[in-house]
């Protein structure tokens, strides 16, 4: 707990009061927004990262940022936002959704996404859907024009081609690397966490101008998963979590410990119950996860609109806000 000491006489504090009272006026009728974004976090080490590949990730990520800072600064909603951000990150294959999707077992793609405002508590999640290009577009529309919070598998996809969403076949996710990870994994027998070295799950976090908040997540999942396998990206309250005047979470990692913690919504009843800020809230839930054995990170905004991060390793992560932070990192030491 920060305690401030008033050790200003009085008569400064009265002689100053009108001008902070009219400082205060002005920035409390200023329109405020915030935005965070992750692309996966886990061991990613400056040596395993060319000068190109950096570049390149920064870029992606700048890319994606500016997408959903546009949209606050122009008056947008905040689930407008995230969905401007996580639809580029779902097309761009160095990201582990949609386009970068890791491959199953069996050698297909599998993918994972949720959404929730933060305004009505309206949620909407997909799991295991194969043929679906957007998965966080279909999440939203599970959470606009459906009945229900979280659709799985086939009947996920009839869902889709009744909303008239764009259909590819399993193929279109491919990619050379996440096929070669696939390959390396079961010639070595490994684990997905050997061969993913990081979770390259996707996910936004937003506070837009009319005081609402959202929160969004999409996967692949983790490659060589079996049996239908789902983490917690789909999973409300565990990848995905957003309350107006509390917080919005978006969370990246082992999802079997995530779900088991409730990442999300830890995070969030530990800021409106105990009065922790977001950053405190978003530490001390991770370090539990990191207690149980698994690892991570997560990105949050709070009740005042900070963007914060939390990572047991690196991520890449990236914020913006309408006090002038705009920024994007990648390793864990970058702060």
Request: charged share 20%.
């Given at each position: 707990?920060?305690?401030?000491?008033?050790?200003?006489?009085?008569?400064?504090?009265?002689?100053?009061?009108?001008?902070?009272?009219?400082?205060?006026?002005?920035?409390?009728?200023?329109?405020?927004?915030?935005?965070?974004?992750?692309?996966?976090?886990?061991?990613?080490?400056?040596?395993?990262?060319?000068?190109?590949?950096?570049?390149?990730?920064?870029?992606?990520?700048?890319?994606?940022?500016?997408?959903?800072?546009?949209?606050?600064?122009?008056?947008?909603?905040?689930?407008?936002?995230?969905?401007?951000?996580?639809?580029?990150?779902?097309?761009?294959?160095?990201?582990?959704?949609?386009?970068?999707?890791?491959?199953?077992?069996?050698?297909?793609?599998?993918?994972?996404?949720?959404?929730?405002?933060?305004?009505?508590?309206?949620?909407?999640?997909?799991?295991?859907?194969?043929?679906?290009?957007?998965?966080?577009?279909?999440?939203?529309?599970?959470?606009?024009?459906?009945?229900?919070?979280?659709?799985?598998?086939?009947?996920?996809?009839?869902?889709?081609?009744?909303?008239?969403?764009?259909?590819?076949?399993?193929?279109?996710?491919?990619?050379?690397?996440?096929?070669?990870?696939?390959?390396?994994?079961?010639?070595?027998?490994?684990?997905?966490?050997?061969?993913?070295?990081?979770?390259?799950?996707?996910?936004?976090?937003?506070?837009?101008?009319?005081?609402?908040?959202?929160?969004?997540?999409?996967?692949?999942?983790?490659?060589?998963?079996?049996?239908?396998?789902i983490g917690d990206a789909p999973v409300i309250g565990a990848?995905?979590?957003?309350?107006?005047?509390?917080?919005?979470?978006?969370?990246?990692?082992?999802?079997?410990?995530?779900?088991?913690?409730?990442?999300?919504?830890?995070?969030?009843?530990?800021?409106?119950?105990?009065?922790?800020?977001?950053?405190?809230?978003?530490?001390?839930?991770?370090?539990?996860?990191?207690?149980?054995?698994?690892?991570?990170?997560?990105?949050?905004?709070?009740?005042?609109?900070?963007?914060?991060?939390?990572?047991?390793?690196?991520?890449?992560?990236?914020?913006?806000?309408?006090?002038?932070v705009n920024e994007v990192a990648i390793?864990?030491?970058?702060?």
């Amino acid at each position: 707990m920060k305690i401030i000491a008033w050790t200003a006489p009085l008569v400064a504090a009265l002689a100053s009061s009108t001008a902070a009272v009219a400082g205060e006026a002005k920035t409390a009728s200023a329109p405020t927004w915030s935005l965070a974004i992750h692309g996966g976090a886990g061991v990613i080490e400056r040596a395993d990262m060319s000068a190109e590949k950096d570049a390149a990730y920064r870029a992606a990520l700048r890319a994606a940022l500016d997408a959903g800072a546009a949209v606050l600064k122009a008056g947008g909603s905040s689930t407008d936002a995230i969905t401007a951000v996580i639809a580029r990150l779902e097309e761009d294959p160095k990201f582990n959704a949609g386009k970068g999707a890791v491959y199953t077992w069996d050698g297909t793609h599998e993918l994972d996404a949720s959404i929730m405002d933060g305004r009505t508590r309206a949620a909407g999640a997909v799991a295991g859907v194969t043929t679906v290009r957007s998965p966080i577009t279909l999440a939203r529309r599970v959470m606009e024009d459906g009945p229900h919070v979280m659709l799985a598998g086939k009947g996920a996809e009839e869902f889709a081609k009744e909303k008239g969403l764009e259909m590819v076949p399993n193929s279109w996710f491919d990619t050379p690397e996440r096929l070669e990870a696939l390959e390396r994994l079961k010639a070595e027998k490994l684990s997905a966490i050997d061969v993913d070295i990081k979770y390259g799950t996707v996910g936004a976090v937003a506070l837009d101008t009319h005081g609402n908040m959202a929160a969004g997540t999409s996967t692949g999942g983790m490659t060589g998963k079996r049996w239908n396998r789902i983490g917690d990206a789909p999973v409300i309250g565990a990848g995905t979590y957003a309350e107006n005047g509390v917080c919005a979470v978006s969370a990246t990692g082992w999802g079997e410990f995530f779900i088991r913690v409730g990442v999300a919504r830890t995070i969030c009843a530990r800021i409106s119950m105990k009065g922790e800020t977001a950053q405190a809230a978003a530490d001390e839930t991770l370090a539990d996860v990191v207690r149980l054995g698994g690892d991570g990170g997560v990105i949050v905004v709070g009740p005042t609109g900070d963007a914060v991060f939390a990572m047991s390793d690196g991520m890449y992560r990236g914020r913006a806000t309408s006090a002038g932070v705009n920024e994007v990192a990648i390793y864990g030491d970058e702060r």
